[in-house]
């Protein structure tokens, strides 16, 4: 044995809400963890950098056994009419409702129905891409064909769903119509419009699709071009967001990171009025006064006009600020459309029964950012794998499941000074 050092292999971590894989090999740079940092010597109040739950919510991963436990695609044994199940969404809140539905059952009929490319992404890494020295490509976590292969899932990408027909159980879609056995609800939230902000003149980043096209915009590759070695050696444009709210405040932060000249407005006098004190966001500020980005609050936007490629934001106290894009980050509201078509009561958001997350119709339960319970709406993703296993065990049968609603753990990841709230 002289002088050898018997190093044991490298462990993963899974976190248990969002999926975020803690590898020791790597560590966490965000965090302060040094490659090498074994999960053991991590300190108990260290919180998930994705969503910012705890240590405690972390299990060991096995990559192999993952992949052995569902990777056979299966062929249907259930009844050869069962219409089987449908989701309507391929976010986070329909993937994790595929995997928890396969998880109970290997062979009940799964279809998602997605108007997006149903690409497996983490949405939170959209608003630290820089910082993380994310390219494009590397966004995508698992391609779309792969993951329904792996869950056995029918999946039909780029496909709108239109309306429900809750007496014929059939859900209509952009490619014809659907039977279903029950329906779930998984399309989310869709950003705010606002006739100040007119879409043509703004981005709204709420999906990867908006995303790499707006880094295409700042003069990066699509993902289908290779990327160059220098894929971050983008030129800079002047930036300006409105709203300072979650998304809006993270945006600005890592785009200010990455060079580009960010204007930040608000209604609010400060950022992050909603979440933080007063003494959380006057911190802010303070780290953000080394990079190229500027907060003006108290200020309420009017109107915005194209001059050339610039485009002029004024607001209603009569400033007026120039950028080369405008990131409209005004908040959310859930497209009523379906939950409407299928007769389902509205609260600010579909409305679901606070435990069994089913809607007033006995066949269709929804999750995710496009439900409200007692009218609230609670778009975050710790909440939504927790809520999926309820929705699996409930529309599966047996004992009834319930949802318990627990304070959310958010983890603002502005990178020059997080918070955890
Ligand atoms: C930039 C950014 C950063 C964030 N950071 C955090 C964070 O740090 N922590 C945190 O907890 N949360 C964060 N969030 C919020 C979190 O990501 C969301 O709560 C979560 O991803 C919502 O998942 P979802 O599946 O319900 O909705 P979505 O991801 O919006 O998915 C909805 C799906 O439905 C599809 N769809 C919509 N309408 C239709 C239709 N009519 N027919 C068919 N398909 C349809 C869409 O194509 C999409 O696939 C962030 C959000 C953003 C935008």
């Known amino acids: 044995m002289n002088g050898l050092v018997v190093v044991t292999a490298w462990r993963l971590f899974i976190c248990r809400a969002c999926g975020l894989v803690y590898d020791e090999a790597k560590g966490d740079a965000d965090s302060g963890l040094a490659p090498g940092t074994r999960f053991d010597d991590i300190p108990d109040d260290w919180a998930c950098p994705l969503c910012g739950v705890t240590k405690a919510d972390f299990e060991p991963y096995d990559r192999t056994e993952v992949a052995r436990s569902t990777a056979a695609p299966r062929r249907s044994t259930g009844p050869r009419h069962d219409a089987g199940i449908v989701i309507v969404g391929a976010g986070r809140a329909g993937w994790q409702m595929s995997q928890a539905l396969r998880e109970r059952d290997a062979d009940v009929p799964i279809t998602l129905v997605t108007a997006c490319d149903a690409a497996v992404y983490d949405k939170p890494l959209l608003s630290v891409a820089f910082a993380k020295g994310l390219a494009l490509p590397s966004l995508v976590k698992e391609p779309a064909e792969h993951a329904a292969q792996r869950l056995n899932v029918r999946l039909l990408a780029r496909t709108q769903a239109v309306s429900v027909s809750t007496r014929a159980r059939t859900l209509r879609t952009t490619r014809g119509s659907l039977r279903y056995r029950h329906l779930v609800l998984a399309h989310g939230a869709a950003p705010r419009e606002l006739a100040a902000l007119p879409a043509a003149l703004c981005w709204r980043i709420n999906h990867r699709d908006a995303y790499v096209r707006f880094r295409s915009a700042l003069g990066e590759p699509a993902p289908s071009v290779e990327p160059p070695n220098d894929a971050f050696a983008t030129s800079t444009h002047r930036v300006l967001i409105v709203g300072a709210g979650l ?25 992050l009025a909603a979440l933080l004190s007063e003494a959380q966001s006057r911190d802010l500020l303070a780290a953000w006064a080394g990079l190229p980005l500027q907060f003006v609050g108290g200020v309420s936007v009017d109107s915005v006009t194209r001059h050339g490629r610039t485009l002029t934001v004024r607001t209603t106290d009569g400033q007026a600020f120039d950028a080369e894009h405008i990131v409209a980050a005004t908040g959310l509201h859930t497209p009523s459309r379906l939950a ?29 950012d496009c439900i409200s319970i007692d009218g609230q709406a609670h778009r975050f993703i710790e909440p939504i794998a927790r809520q999926a296993r309820v929705v699996a065990g409930n529309v599966l049968g047996g004992p009834e499941l319930h949802y318990a609603r627990i304070p959310t753990p958010v983890r603002v990841k502005t990178g020059s000074r997080p918070f955890t709230v």
Do not use: F, K, M, Y
């Not at 945006?251 to 990455?258: E, F, S, Y």
């Not at 409305?351 to 339960?365: E, F, K």
């Open 247 to 271: 998304v809006g405040c993270e945006l600005a932060n890592d785009l200010a990171l990455a060079g580009h000249p960010v204007t930040l407005l608000d209604v609010n006098a400060l950022p």
């Open 340 to 368: 409407l078509s299928a007769g389902l009561a509205w609260d600010n958001g579909i409305a679901v029964d606070a435990q069994t997350l089913r809607t007033g119709v006995a066949t269709i339960h929804a999750l995710g």
